[in-house]
Each structure stands twice: as C-alpha cells, then as structure tokens.
C-alpha cells in the first residue's frame, strides 16, 4: 500500500469522493471552495486509488475531512490508517491539535482512533454530523 499528498484535488480523489458521497451517501455539496487550499491525501493498492482525505488549516489547528475508502476495500479498515497519515502529517507541520466533521453514524470509530466530541450535533445536508477533535503526542 503507498500514499501520496497532493497540493490540488486530483482526479483520482475527486473519483473516491464522488462515489462515497454523492452516489453512495446522497450528498449533493461534495465539492467547495476549501478544495483549493488542501493538502489531498490518496492512498493506493496496485497503483489503484482506493482511499482519500483532505486537510486544511483553520486557526491553529488541522482540520481533516472527505475521508472515503471505496465499497470493495473497506473489509481493509483503511480508515484507521488514513487517520494515523494525516494525524502524523499534521504533527510534522506543526500542529498540535486535528479536528473534524464526522457523521454522527461514524463516530464510535472516531472515538475508538482517539477523538472526543467537541459541540452539539448539526445537519449538513439532512445528515447528522458532530464535530471532534483530537490532541496530538
């Protein structure tokens, strides 16, 4: 398995992502802004892209999101290693804290990587969601 950073949403990101979020899950805003001023994570089995998340900084800490690991790889549980990716890239840039947006239907495994709740639930396109964030060792 490698991984590569990118300073622009590539088209195998944007693939993952719009098969995670708009076909799959319903989302109709996959696509901001905040793309343009993100590191892009991709990870890939085979020269096959089958993971990606992005990070941004806002304030003083890093903000993760867009974490989706295609249908067929997901019995892999890479959702553990993105986080541990992006948390370590974090850490070298300097930053002590990541937070993030989760689905509220993802947050045990969030909780189980090490993330606490941070504020009340919210809808984001009619699906509840939670902020959470993590301190960083």
Request: proline share 1%.
């Amino acid at each position: 398995m490698k991984y590569q950073f990118y300073n622009e949403l590539n088209q195998d990101a944007r693939k993952i992502r719009e098969a995670v979020f708009v076909e799959e899950q319903g989302f109709k805003n996959e696509f901001d802004d905040i793309d343009n001023h993100c590191l892009h994570l991709v990870i890939y089995e085979n020269n096959q892209a089958i993971g990606c998340a992005r990070m941004y900084q806002k304030d003083k800490t890093m903000v993760l999101g867009r974490i989706a690991v295609i249908k067929s790889k997901r019995e892999l549980h890479l959702g553990s290693y993105i986080l541990d990716i992006l948390e370590l890239k974090a850490k070298e840039l300097g930053f002590l804290e990541v937070n993030l947006s989760a689905q509220v239907r993802a947050k045990n495994f969030y909780i189980k990587n090490d993330y606490h709740e941070n504020g009340e639930e919210y809808l984001d396109e009619y699906c509840p969601h939670v902020n959470m964030k993590k301190g960083l060792k």
